[in-house]
């Protein structure tokens, strides 16, 4: 098969990007990667591609430095054109598009890669097919805003190609001018391997840890949480609490909890995260996984939670819903404290609600998340 050429716009400091990229690894592909958004540091996992020596090949597009640098000279001069009122990606990328001729343009996620790929002009667009990823929110969302709205119907106006990883977002595809392919409904992020899927699991009534996703800002609403966390190390002496990825405005209310109750709480920020292995071993443990959001798509976390046998809580504002009507077992919750401390009180006490939900959500798990059936979908959207 003859090599493809194909640029990818989107954050490096994602895992979900990385993760995208390496199902990859062992096609004849060359990929070319060009940040959407400022960065400070290259995701680890992108970076193992970036220096591998696989079939596939990588390559930053207009890398200032070595890999390690990079990602800070890229913030310090996006701050700069901030100041100005200038985007340099938007001048770097119409070089690259006028200069160079790709199989496809994949923008995955649109507020970011989107929204840069549709400032090009009409005559490099014209040479160029779209592929267009909506992730998490970026319909659902950020549709509900006038500016934001205009910018989506442009961007998808100008796609040959669609994808996204809920029917919910398909759906209000609908709502916009589209006249490309609608590609498969998969998870962004890739599956899990056979290892993963058929590696042991304790009971999960016997473990002892509430997970919670620890995200504040935009669309986190871990806060809501915290109440319901706290309730349960006040009634059950054996049970931990561990908080992953903590942004800035939620530390100082988790920081409190370590302090009334020591090392029965533990937590990771987002700016100094867990590995993602440490993270998977995490839900390994864990007897119940708490994600809660103003918006989300399907959530990594659920499916991590899925297969790893921690019992899920999850806002209803996500499109878990989805993976309820195919066999799931989780608790879908609203925005409301009362109710989210309810379903963590709930979990705690009902070991078949949580026995019964493992062996369910594994079975699932097995026929919807297996990496080599999510592969397959993903070459459809190249033609591999």
């Known amino acids: ?30 990929f070319f990667l060009m940040p959407s958004k400022k960065f400070r540091k290259i995701h680890p996992e992108l970076k193992k591609l970036l220096i591998g020596n696989e079939n596939a090949e990588f390559y930053l597009v207009k890398p200032f430095i070595g890999l390690e640098m990079v990602g800070y000279i890229d913030f310090l001069i996006s701050k700069i054109g901030t100041f100005f ?15 160079q001729r790709f199989d496809f343009v994949h923008a995955l ?17 014209s040479k160029n097919q779209l592929i267009l990823t909506n992730w998490g929110s970026d319909i659902y969302f950020f549709g509900n805003d006038v500016t934001h709205n205009k910018k989506i119907s442009k961007v998808i106006s100008q796609a040959a190609f669609y994808s996204a990883e809920c029917v919910r977002d398909y759906k209000l595809l609908d709502n916009y001018t589209f006249s490309g392919v609608k590609l498969p409904c998969i998870p962004n992020g890739g599956g899990f391997s056979g290892a993963e899927l058929n590696s042991f699991r304790s009971i ?6 509430i997970l919670c996703k620890g995200y504040g800002g935009l669309f986190g609403q871990a806060n809501l949480a915290i109440p319901g966390i706290k309730s349960a190390l006040d009634k059950f002496s054996n049970m931990s609490a561990y908080f992953y990825s903590v942004t800035p405005d939620l530390e100082e209310s988790i920081i409190e909890l370590r302090r009334k109750y020591k090392d029965r709480v533990k937590y990771t920020t987002v700016s100094k995260p867990i ?63 009362d109710e989210i401390a309810m379903a963590i009180a709930r979990s705690l006490v009902d070991d078949d609600l949580v026995d019964n939900a493992q062996t369910f959500n594994l079975i699932v798990a097995k026929k919807y998340c297996h990496e080599d059936n999510i592969q397959k979908e993903a070459f459809k959207f190249y033609g591999l």
């Open 275 to 337: 590995s993602r292995k440490k993270l998977l071993s995490l839900f390994g443990t864990a007897r119940v996984y708490i994600g809660c959001s103003k918006s989300d798509a399907i959530s990594t976390s659920f499916l991590e939670a899925l297969v790893y046998g921690a019992y899920p809580i999850q806002t209803n504002t996500s499109c878990v819903d989805e993976w309820i009507s195919i066999g799931a077992h989780a608790t879908l919750v609203k925005l409301d404290i």
């Open 85 to 99: 009122g200038l985007n340099h990606r938007v001048v770097i990328l119409k070089q690259l598009l006028s200069k």
């Open 204 to 209: 999960t009534s016997s473990r002892t840890t």
């Open 109 to 125: 996620e649109i507020q970011g890669a989107g929204y840069l790929y549709s400032e090009m002009p009409d005559l490099v667009r």
């Open 1 to 30: 098969m003859e090599r493809k050429k194909i640029l990818i716009i989107g954050m490096l400091d994602s895992i979900h990007l990385a993760r995208w990229l390496k199902q990859f690894k062992n096609t004849p592909v060359d």
